[in-house]
């Protein structure tokens, strides 16, 4: 049996694509002093990414996905943020040096090329949880990824909405 489900988007301003790197560069900005204050080194890898979305949305999983990577670095480490521009969609991921998705996985067993993927049903922390929820209203998703060297990293992927796009998404389950 199949199952479909419409499930409608919050309207999003049409009017004018947003620059998703500029937003994204605005709100680590917010941060860099305290980056620098526990040692923390940040790259950043950004497209050109232009989009049309909720644009406060956007900002308040950022937002969460970069306080969740440097709470649990108190003795330096790194984050990495990358936004990588597709066809049909748009991702930015998040890794930090420190943390662990999955609990104390010992990185040392998996081979370079093996990471340990899971999509993020009910993450641990109600800020993650409040990311996720926000994501979902986008019709985006969040993954968490052990990271082979020791790290965390979250990946955000939006789907691509074009201008005057209706904001519906059709879900079908079998």
Known sequence: M?????R???EIDNSQAQNIGQLVHDILERY?????????????DFDTVEAFVATSKIQSIVTCLIENALEPMTRGGEISVT??????????????????AFGNVDSTTHNADETLPLIIPFPESQQL???????????AQIEAWNCPQG????????????????????FSKS
Not at 2 to 6: E, I, P
Not at 32 to 44: C, G, H, P, S, V
Not at 156 to 168: F, I, M, Y
């Open 129 to 139: 949880r409040d990311a996720h929820r926000a994501a979902i209203s986008q019709g």
């Open 83 to 100: 936004l990588i521009d597709g066809k049909y969609q748009w991702e930015l991921e998040v890794a930090d040096s420190f943390g662990m």
């Open 151 to 170: 790290g965390t990293a979250h990946v955000l992927t939006v789907p691509r909405r074009h201008k005057n796009q209706n904001p519906e998404m059709q």
């Open 2 to 6: 199949q199952l479909n489900r419409r």
């Open 32 to 44: 860099r002093l305290q980056m620098a204050d526990k040692n923390i080194l940040l790259e950043t």
């Open 8 to 10: 409608v988007l919050p």
